[in-house]
T-cell receptor
Framework: NAGVTQTPKFQVLKTGQSMTLQCAQD?????MSWYRQDPGMGLRLIHY???????DQGEVPNGYNVSRSTTEDFPLRLLSAAPSQTSVYFC???????????????FGDGTRLSIL | TQLLEQSPQFLSIQEGENLTVYCNSS?????LQWYRQEPGEGPVLLVTVVTGGEVKKLKRLTFQFGDARKDSSLHITAAQPGDTGLYLC???????????FGEGTQLTVNP
């Protein structure tokens, strides 16, 4: 079972460059999300999706775009990288979405991104 | 301002000691989860609590949800070096599935 797979594991960019962080899950989960993790700030939600074709903004969406054309894939795009986007990015999936859902989120192993 | 505040942020103890980590908020949550994260990996769910006053045990770990569903605690008995990691609490408000995470508690258990 692969679970949630994130690529690449590490990336260094220059300010102004763009790139796409890939996330794929093989559990047929409806709900997928992207977080960034910074020291002392826990995990902050960037964007999320409750199903194919549906995305919404999280807590810190500026500078990032997402799309969800299939159930399996949820790529995160950095439009013009800035040093403030240096962080560890985690993708997570959850079986279903819903107002009373108590399901666990399954996380990938993260992408460590440095912007110079 | 964090919606969920964890304390302490860092904890370094000796093997065999007991410890408690707290997760506090002024908001009510429909459920609260605790995750553990090891270096280079994503968080992994330990437990979900959904009822005010609920207590769940996972071997030497005891989790409690506050009566008003605004806070939670994690107690570890006789800590072992294998318990070392970042412990994160995360809550879901009464509407929506979005998880809100605390800042985390970095626990180091020294042999």
């Amino acid at each position: 079972n692969a679970g949630v797979t994130q690529t690449p594991k590490f990336q260094v960019l220059k300010t102004g460059q763009s790139m796409t962080l890939q996330c794929a899950q093989d559990m047929n989960h409806e709900y997928m999300s992207w977080y960034r993790q910074d020291p002392g700030m826990g995990l902050r939600l960037i964007h999320y999706s409750v199903g194919a074709g549906i995305t919404d903004q999280g807590e810190v969406p500026n500078g990032y775009n997402v799309s969800r054309s299939t159930t399996e894939d949820f790529p995160l795009r950095l439009l013009s990288a800035a040093p403030s986007q240096t962080s560890v990015y985690f993708c997570a999936s959850q079986r279903t979405a819903g107002p009373t859902s108590n399901q666990p989120q399954h996380f990938g192993d993260g992408t460590r991104l440095s912007i110079l | 301002t964090q919606l969920l505040e964890q304390s302490p942020q860092f904890l370094s103890i000796q093997e065999g000691e007991n410890l408690t980590v707290y997760c506090n908020s002024s908001s009510v949550f429909s459920s609260l989860q605790w995750y553990r994260q090891e270096p280079g990996e994503g968080p992994v769910l330990l437990v979900t609590v959904v009822t005010g006053g609920e207590v769940k045990k996972l071997k030497r770990l005891t989790f409690q949800f506050g009566d008003a569903r605004k806070d939670s605690s994690l107690h570890i008995t006789a800590a072992q070096p294998g318990d070392t990691g970042l412990y994160l609490c995360a809550g879901r408000k009464t509407s929506g599935s979005r998880l809100t995470f605390g800042e985390g508690t970095q626990l180091t258990v020294n042999p």
